[in-house]
Each structure stands twice: as C-alpha cells, then as structure tokens.
C-alpha cells in the first residue's frame, strides 16, 4: 500500500472501496493496526471501532466513516468519510 505523504481526497464509492479493502489487507499482514482517536477527538462516536467489519461495498454503520492506524514505524495515519451524502474523506498521514 501507499502510505499518504500528503491527503488523499476520495471522492467516490469506488475510491473508498479500493482504499477500505488495502486498509483491511495491510491490517491483516500486519502493516497496520489500528488504533484508538487522539482524546481530543470532537466526535467519539464516529470512529469505527474494528475496521475490518466494516462491509466494501456498504450498507455502511454510520454516515461518517472514521478509523485511526499506526504502522511499526509509529507513523499515525486516518481514514475519514463521508457516506451519506457523498462529499467524499480522506486518508492521510497525521502527527
């Protein structure tokens, strides 16, 4: 997987899909783990809990679809999107 340097937008189902299903392969061979939102996260009951139950192809659990990943290097990165009205999210390095 391509890790983000910098914000990728995703802008469409198909785009979500094809980065939901790298997230849940680098989280099965261990490239990845997720893990919990900083405590200063404003929305608590957006983030997705365990990634890998959430369906590719929908229907979704929320209409924000958020999750939090490490890699071994201790690099932080978010997922984040928007599925109820389709204004897309991004997947992106975070500090």
């Known amino acids: 997987m391509a890790f983000p340097a910098s914000a990728k937008h995703i802008a469409a189902r198909g785009q ?3 980065v939901l ?6 989280l099965a061979n261990g490239m ?7 405590p200063e996260h ?6 997705i809990e365990d990634i890998r139950r959430v369906p590719d192809d929908g229907p979704w659990p ?14 932080r990165y978010k997922l984040q999107v928007e599925t109820y009205h389709g204004s897309g999210g991004t997947w992106e390095m975070i500090p």
């Open 21 to 26: 299903q790298e997230v849940k392969r680098c």
């Open 62 to 75: 929320n209409d924000i679809i958020e999750a939090y990943f490490e890699d071994h290097g201790g690099q």
């Open 32 to 38: 990845l783990r997720q893990i919990k939102p900083p």
């Open 42 to 47: 404003p929305y608590p009951g957006t983030v």
């Open 16 to 18: 979500f899909k094809a």
